[in-house]
């Protein structure tokens, strides 16, 4: 036992030494956790989406004002422009032929709608054109949409531009359309809290934009507007102002939390998830950056974001290559894994096998004490019974004696006293009227009563082993019929047919025909009568 013991404890330190040194050190956190299953699995979002979208165009379907089905349309755009950018674009046509013949203020608001489409679908010229179109009302000219869309183009067609004189005037304009959205902005807004640190941060006052977009994000967060997913765009630039102060630790925290919005919104146009790939990658966690970055380009391919490709592409093949890298080393640690695992198996069966011959010998040991144990429990039971016998027959005869010794004394004195007076002829009455029979029947009489006290079961017991229509009665003035006396002196034991005719005052032939009567009449022919009585344990 002690062998096996050793083992089984070996075969645990063994598994536990592999655990800790082929587990994946990756963050355990919640926000990882949550991501990684949204990376996976986000079709339960998407189905809430889908579902939203199509009441939405059944709505617009059935409305017939222009003005509603106009604000219907705008919602459906909205949904497409980070989903899926043709659709948004075709959806843009439609808006810009519904805003014919309406006010100024639809048509002006299409054409926003068809540049902000052009733009996500990467013709930044274009969408700077359509924009530089649109009639300068009074109601654009308070519009954050309109300067939000100039700085989004203007800011993509930058990226592409290495002409300096260039990127100067572009940044000028820049820096103009985000201080006019300063101005027209709501105090305490979003757009104008976001534009402030944007400023601040092109001004080298990062730590003071991270205070503003921080504090705002907090009073969000404890009125529980967080947790709705619509704080992504504040959530990406606290991260990246994080990222440009070197703090790749909150940098993550917040990617994460930006690109858990996004994937709830069923977002494919979104930079948070790849920016979060890339980050992870430069920190060495090529698995679930491989993951992210696999997730960011199958929704930049199906949300056709064309001027978001390059972005995800251009770290797959750096991305990809390290995973195959680690790919090759984790073959390796699975072989020395598998080989270690093998190892373990042979030990554990060898204990296995140990612990199953002891266990075999234990459990025979085990029947055998057993086998024991029901032998002494049967035997105690016989030497009750036995006892318990005994003690009423010993009873039966001490009461029998009692008064057969007092009457047979009287009867002797009176013989006596007529022999001494030599009166023959009244002896010879008192002989003749003396009855044996009288005795035996109390004796029998007795033995009935006293032998169903210790077996009150005996008779339906018997019973039960005689066929229906030849069970026996008893009558009121019998205890047992003579049947059933021969079968209750074979109970006790006593089952030769000399000792039964014996006790019971019958000739040997008198007791094989009552036995053989018995036979005939029993339930189950062919076996003893005698051999199944000896299983009827009555009131023991």
Request: glycine fraction near 2%; charge should be positive.
């Given at each position: 036992m002690g062998r096996s013991f050793f083992y089984l404890i070996l075969s645990v330190v063994l598994i536990s030494l592999l655990s800790g040194l082929f587990s994946c050190k990756r963050e355990s956190d919640v926000y990882f956790a949550e991501l990684d299953e949204l990376v996976r699995n986000s079709k339960p979002y998407e189905q809430v989406f889908q579902r939203r979208l199509d009441s939405l165009k059944c709505q617009y379907r059935l409305c017939r004002s222009d003005s509603l089905k106009f604000r219907i349309a705008e919602g459906i755009f909205d949904m497409y422009r980070n989903f899926r950018i043709d659709s948004a674009l075709v959806f843009a046509d439609s808006i810009r032929a519904l805003s014919k013949g309406m006010s100024d203020y639809y048509v002006n608001r299409a054409e926003m709608h068809y540049a902000d489409a052009l733009n996500k679908f990467g013709r930044h010229d274009e969408a700077i054109r359509v924009l530089d179109n649109i009639e300068r009302t009074d109601s654009v000219r308070v519009d954050n949409y309109f300067y939000y869309l100039y700085h989004t183009a203007l800011s993509s067609l930058m990226s592409n531009i290495s002409n300096e004189e260039e990127r100067k005037k572009y940044n000028m304009m820049l820096e103009a359309y985000n201080d006019t959205s300063l101005i027209i902005s709501h105090q305490n807004s979003e757009e104008k809290l976001s534009n402030r640190a944007w400023l601040l941060a092109k001004q080298g006052n990062r730590k003071e934009a991270l205070s503003i977009l921080l504090d705002y994000y907090k009073s969000k967060e404890e009125s529980g507007e967080v947790h709705s997913g619509n704080m992504a765009s504040v959530e990406f630039?606290?991260?990246?102002?994080?990222?440009?102060?070197?703090?790749?630790?909150?940098?993550?925290?917040?990617?994460?939390?930006?690109?858990?919005?996004?994937?709830?919104?069923?977002?494919?146009?979104?930079?948070?998830?790849?920016?979060?790939?890339?980050?992870?990658?430069?920190?060495?966690?090529?698995?679930?950056?491989?993951?992210?970055?696999?997730?960011?380009?199958?929704?930049?391919?199906?949300?056709?974001?064309?001027?978001?490709?390059?972005?995800?592409?251009?770290?797959?093949?750096?991305?990809?290559?390290?995973?195959?890298?680690?790919?090759?080393?984790?073959?390796?640690?699975?072989?020395?894994?598998?080989?270690?695992?093998?190892?373990?198996?042979?030990?554990?069966?060898?204990?296995?096998?140990?612990?199953?011959?002891?266990?075999?010998?234990?459990?025979?040991?085990?029947?055998?004490?057993?086998?024991?144990?029901?032998?002494?429990?049967?035997?105690?039971?016989?030497?009750?019974?036995?006892?318990?016998?005994?003690?009423?027959?010993?009873?039966?005869?001490?009461?029998?004696?009692?008064?057969?010794?007092?009457?047979?004394?009287?009867?002797?004195?009176?013989?006596?006293?007529?022999?001494?007076?030599?009166?023959?002829?009244?002896?010879?009455?008192?002989?003749?009227?003396?009855?044996?029979?009288?005795?035996?029947?109390?004796?029998?009489?007795?033995?009935?009563?006293?032998?169903?006290?210790?077996?009150?079961?005996?008779?339906?017991?018997?019973?039960?082993?005689?066929?229906?229509?030849?069970?026996?009665?008893?009558?009121?003035?019998?205890?047992?019929?003579?049947?059933?006396?021969?079968?209750?002196?074979?109970?006790?034991?006593?089952?030769?047919?000399?000792?039964?005719?014996?006790?019971?005052?019958?000739?040997?032939?008198?007791?094989?025909?009552?036995?053989?009567?018995?036979?005939?009449?029993?339930?189950?022919?062919?076996?003893?009568?005698?051999?199944?009585?000896?299983?009827?344990?009555?009131?023991?």
């Open positions: 630039q606290i991260a990246n102002l994080y990222l440009l102060e070197k703090d790749t630790v909150l940098g993550i925290e917040y990617l994460k939390r930006a690109s858990i919005s996004d994937l709830k919104k069923s977002k494919r146009v979104y930079m948070s998830l790849w920016r979060l790939a890339e980050v992870l990658y430069q920190k060495g966690d090529v698995d679930r950056s491989y993951l992210y970055v696999n997730r960011s380009l199958r929704d930049v391919s199906e949300g056709k974001a064309r001027y978001r490709m390059y972005d995800v592409v251009k770290y797959m093949p750096i991305i990809s290559e390290s995973y195959e890298q680690s790919e090759d080393i984790a073959d390796i640690g699975k072989f020395v894994f598998m080989t270690a695992i093998v190892l373990i198996a042979l030990i554990m069966a060898l204990a296995y096998l140990l612990v199953r011959r002891r266990n075999s010998a234990l459990a025979a040991m085990h029947k055998q004490l057993n086998a024991r144990n029901a032998d002494l429990m049967r035997l105690a039971g016989e030497l009750k019974e036995s006892n318990q016998i005994k003690v009423k027959y010993m009873a039966l005869l001490f009461n029998i004696c009692s008064d057969i010794i007092p009457d047979n004394e009287a009867f002797k004195k009176n013989m006596l006293r007529k022999l001494s007076v030599r009166k023959l002829a009244e002896m010879e009455k008192m002989l003749e009227k003396s009855d044996e029979n009288k005795d035996f029947k109390k004796l029998i009489q007795e033995f009935d009563t006293i032998f169903l006290s210790i077996f009150p079961n005996f008779v339906s017991d018997f019973n039960n082993l005689l066929r229906p229509e030849e069970r026996i009665v008893l009558k009121h003035d019998k205890l047992l019929t003579p049947e059933l006396r021969i079968y209750a002196l074979i109970r006790l034991g006593i089952t030769e047919n000399a000792q039964i005719a014996e006790f019971l005052h019958y000739s040997i032939q008198t007791v094989y025909n009552y036995r053989q009567k018995m036979r005939n009449k029993a339930l189950v022919k062919g076996k003893s009568l005698s051999a199944q009585m000896q299983k009827i344990l009555g009131g023991v």
